[in-house]
């Protein structure tokens, strides 16, 4: 079982939809970043948490650290949404990473 | 305020041959991060360096090893290339442990 678990691991929405990507993790924390990357591109950090909510623009991070987990919400997507989501838990001076959410929203 | 940067950006290289990518973190920041990306098995960790001193490793073979200067500047090397170590490369920066971390764009390395 992987430390950082994301799901789901693919993901379609029609353009407007609200999108909620989910990451659990098993191992001791001291912030879970949310990454975004594109297609053929670098990564970008979008959050990084460790205590409650984030907000910026559209996007929403959660985390609650006593159940381990951390949502991380899109309002009205775009079609300049689509790209992979990654969480990383950021655990003993290194990020330990899920496997990444591919979301694609269409038109 | 300058991003991570990294040198070269694309390295196609034949196996048996060395490389050495090179990371410039942010300024002022002293920990600088590696990280392999694959299709196979997603990002993984590579070492991480703060002022000069590699403190943590990942489970890596010793043909990867990396260092880091005095500026913060930090190179990795992989020697005796094999196919599996096509990949892109990632260097994460930040200021001190524990703090946001900041990627740089990568390096794609092929191995023919």
């Known amino acids: 079982k992987n430390e950082v678990e994301q799901s789901p691991q693919n993901l379609t929405a029609q353009e407007g939809e609200f999108i909620t990507i989910n990451c659990s993790y098993s191992?001791?924390?001291?912030?879970l970043h949310w990454l975004q990357q594109h297609p053929g591109g670098g990564i970008v950090s979008l959050f990084m948490l460790s205590s409650g909510k984030k907000k910026h623009g559209r996007l929403i991070a959660t985390i609650n650290i006593q159940e381990k987990h951390s949502s991380l919400h899109i309002t009205a997507s775009h079609p300049r949404d689509s790209a992979v989501y990654i969480c990383?838990?950021?655990?003993?001076?290194?990020?330990?990473f899920g496997t990444g959410t591919r979301l694609q929203v269409f038109p | 305020k300058a991003g991570v940067t990294q040198t070269p950006r694309y390295l196609i290289k034949t196996r048996g041959q060395q490389v050495t990518l090179s990371c410039s973190p942010i300024?002022?920041?002293?920990?600088v991060s590696w990280y392999q990306q694959t299709p196979g098995q997603g990002l993984q960790f590579l070492f991480e360096?703060?002022?000069?001193?590699?403190?943590n490793k990942g489970n890596f073979p010793g043909r990867f090893s990396g260092r880091q200067f005095s500026n913060s500047r930090s190179e990795m090397n992989v020697s005796t290339l094999e196919l599996g170590d096509s990949a892109l490369y990632l260097c994460?920066?930040?200021?001190?442990?524990?703090?946001?971390?900041?990627f740089g764009p990568g390096t794609r390395l092929t191995v023919l």
């Open positions: 300024s002022g920041h002293r920990s």
């Open positions: 360096y703060f002022s000069e001193t590699q403190r």
């Open positions: 191992v001791g924390i001291s912030a």
């Open positions: 990383a838990a950021y655990n003993t001076d290194k990020l330990i």
């Open positions: 994460v920066s930040s200021l001190a442990t524990h703090n946001e971390q900041f």
